[in-house]
């Protein structure tokens, strides 16, 4: 299994080396990323993040996690709700605050 690594633009937080497949909701925290989690189902938006680097490479938006974003960031054509990722690509993220 490969280890993949998430860096946070605009943030003090240090990268955070995950492995191949984990759900970022259970393994990011207050103390190692600047990403919140609230309902951690994707309905309520507190993940809300923008994907800079390696979008591409993840697995695509489901058409839940489309309509939902599309409601709450029309605008922001990379974002994603974290808690819906799992990990396959190194990865840079920004907190969207909605």
């Given amino acids: 299994m490969k280890d993949f690594v998430i860096t946070f633009e605009d943030s003090e937080k240090k990268p955070v080396e995950l492995k191949e497949d984990s759900l970022l909701s259970e393994h990011l925290n207050v103390q190692n990323s600047p990403i919140l989690f609230g309902c951690r189902i ?9 994907i800079l680097e390696g979008s591409e490479k993840l697995i695509p938006r489901t058409c839940e996690e489309i309509e939902y974003l599309e409601a709450l960031a029309p605008d922001k054509p990379n974002c994603r709700l974290a808690c819906q990722i799992r990990l396959n690509a190194h990865i840079k993220v920004k907190k969207v605050e909605i």
């Fill in 42 to 50: 994707g309905i309520c938006g507190t993940c809300s993040i923008e």
